[in-house]
């Protein structure tokens, strides 16, 4: 079983991490775990409409392979963006950098695109 967990926390690499993630699961697919962790800037992309509609139809895609998405609370609130705005693939914890530091602890692999 692979573990990865990927950071994205620029909104210009949007379409670098998800061609990168489209060619990891289709490699790897039902064996893996994988995460993405969305903090920083890159949760701008939800403040008062849904990600780009080619990006969003794509993340849906890979949530329905088993690609789990997550998003900073802090990053959120710094950037005044409510969390009912979020598409309903992405789960909010309270701190992204916290949650890669947990998750890198129980072996997962660590890409930045």
Known sequence: M???IVHIDEESRWEQLLSNLEYFVEIHGEDSSTEVVINGPAVRSFNGFDVHPEYGSRM????????????????????QIPEDLLPDIITVVPQGVSYIVERQGEGYAYIKP
């Open 60 to 79: 849906r895609s890979l949530a329905d392979k088993g690609v789990k998405f997550i998003i900073c609370g802090n990053s959120l609130r710094n950037r």
């Open 2 to 4: 692979t573990n990865v």
